[in-house]
């Protein structure tokens, strides 16, 4: 067994992360790099980092336990976690990790651990690789890997802007990386392009002393806001700190539904390829739906988050988008990867060539489509959760509705839907609702809520 005492519970579903120093430190990094190495079998991984203070010791540690094992490693340096994405997909190597924990707060840090043409590891194949590393005696190998260092920054930009098909409107949008890598690119994907660009907190800061960077929280874009009305901006962007994550918000400083972004990415996209599929989670508003299947496309559903969709998109090359509602857009193009910075790019193409201005494309979705916003419920475990969901089903059955089961339960009918699923890391369901008019909004969203908290006391 090996020497120092890890946490399981930074192993998440998806990617391993934890508070710096307390959860995870350069020696536990040392050992994952080292059985990464292992558990991949690679001959040369790619490994790159993100601004946060502890990321340079954990790149240097992650990379001296891939070496120590016998592999090489090509250090990409300071990177978005999209322009990793990228190289590792372009590369043809078997493996990459990079340094990161995305849009967390900065005592947090990470891995994302990937293997070849930028494929996530999949809840299962994270339970083999956690295994691993807890368990794992094998000392180092005498033969140490070698390491190589490359600037991936030109080829990523030349990427994303492969995507300019339009002419943008000459629109004066104020552009918020929050301190986070998006900085790194901006300017340079954007040149040319007649787009008048305000810049704001571009430096990347690990310290992240402006403000948080998940946009999710109101909080966070108070800053992006006040820019945008003092400026008399068209439109605001703020991007996530690994750069994987976009917001928009309007004139106003308001953010603008992730739902209809995705739609007017989703209906830009299928319009210009022959491809006609797109996917996203049972959350998404149904205006995707709509807006995909009114120009001929089709659209697949998905449990929530992003690596669902991305392991959907690999399997079926006929899907040309994903989305997710907290701000991931994902394009077959950067080997199935969520890109921020491609999402604010294609979005301002998207919307270039609508006929309806931004302003007149928001009323009528606030005028047409009434959403609920994420509700939580606390419960005390998962057979409590289950049993909910069933009396639910067994309740919306009779009244006829059409009911799904992909991730959790969505009773949907021809004016209003929900969605209520169990959280697989905390002791809550989550509710997510919509309907066609302000009144059946306000009277579904009284009845399920309604319904949930009876059955939570009762229970």
């Known amino acids: 067994m090996n ?22 430190d350069d020696e536990i990094a040392y050992w994952i790099g080292q059985n990464f190495a292992l558990y991949t079998k690679a001959k040369t991984i790619i490994v790159g980092y993100d601004c946060r203070i502890s990321s340079p010791s954990l790149r240097d540690a992650v990379i001296k336990g891939i070496t120590d094992q016998g592999a090489n490693v090509i250090d990409i340096g300071l990177c978005s976690t999209s322009c990793f994405y990228f190289t ?3 590369s043809g190597l078997d493996a990459g990790i990079m340094v990161t924990a995305s849009h967390a707060g ?18 299962e194949q994270v339970l083999d690789f956690k295994k691993v590393v807890l368990e794992n005696q094998s000392p180092a190998t005498k033969i ?33 990386p929050g301190n986070g890598t998006a900085g790194l690119y901006i300017e340079k994907v954007f040149l040319g392009t007649g787009v008048s660009i305000v810049p704001i907190f571009f430096e990347p800061d690990g310290n992240f002393p402006n403000h948080e960077t998940d946009a999710k929280i109101p909080e966070n874009r108070k800053k992006l806001a006040k820019k945008i009305i003092s400026e008399k901006a068209d439109l605001g962007f703020m991007f996530d700190g690994d750069a994987d994550r976009m917001a928009v918000l309007d004139r106003n400083g308001d953010l603008i539904n992730y739902s209809l972004v995705a739609a007017i990415i989703a209906e830009y996209m299928v319009k210009n390829s022959s491809k006609k599929k797109v996917v996203h989670e049972v959350r998404t508003s149904k205006i995707v739906r709509q807006w995909v299947e009114r120009i001929g496309g089709s659209v697949e559903i998905s449990v929530c988050w992003t690596i669902p969709q991305k392991l959907k998109m690999k399997k079926d090359s006929e899907i040309i988008f994903g989305s997710e509602t907290s701000g991931h857009y994902i394009f077959p193009e950067m080997h199935d ?8 790019l294609t979005f301002l193409q998207a919307i270039s060539v609508k006929k309806e201005s931004v302003d007149e494309i928001i009323k009528n979705f606030n005028d047409n489509y009434f959403v609920l916003g994420e509700q939580n419920f606390k419960i005390n475990n998962l057979a409590e959760a289950k049993k909910i969901l069933e009396k639910l089903k067994n309740k919306y059955l009779v009244e006829r509705a059409q009911i799904l089961e992909i991730d959790g339960l969505s009773a ?12 697989e890391t905390l002791p809550f369901i989550r509710l997510n609702l919509e309907a066609d008019s302000k009144k059946l909004f306000e009277e579904k969203k009284e009845e399920v809520i309604h319904f949930i908290e009876k059955e939570i006391i009762e229970n």
Do not use: C, H
């Open 337 to 344: 990867s969520d890109d921020g910075i491609l999402g604010a």
């Open 88 to 90: 590792l997909g372009e």
């Open 106 to 123: 900065k005592k947090f840090n990470g891995f994302k651990p990937m293997l070849k043409d930028s494929t996530p590891l999949s809840k």
């Open 412 to 423: 949907i009918f021809p004016d209003w839907w929900f969605n209520l699923r169990a959280s």
């Open 144 to 176: 140490k890997g070698k390491i190589t260092k490359q600037d991936p920054i030109e080829n990523y930009v030349n990427a994303v802007r492969k995507s300019i098909k339009e002419k943008i409107k000459p629109l004066k949008v104020v552009m918020d």
């Open 3 to 24: 020497q120092i005492k890890i946490n399981p519970n930074i192993f998440k579903k998806y990617d391993i992360r934890g508070t710096y120093p307390e959860e995870l």
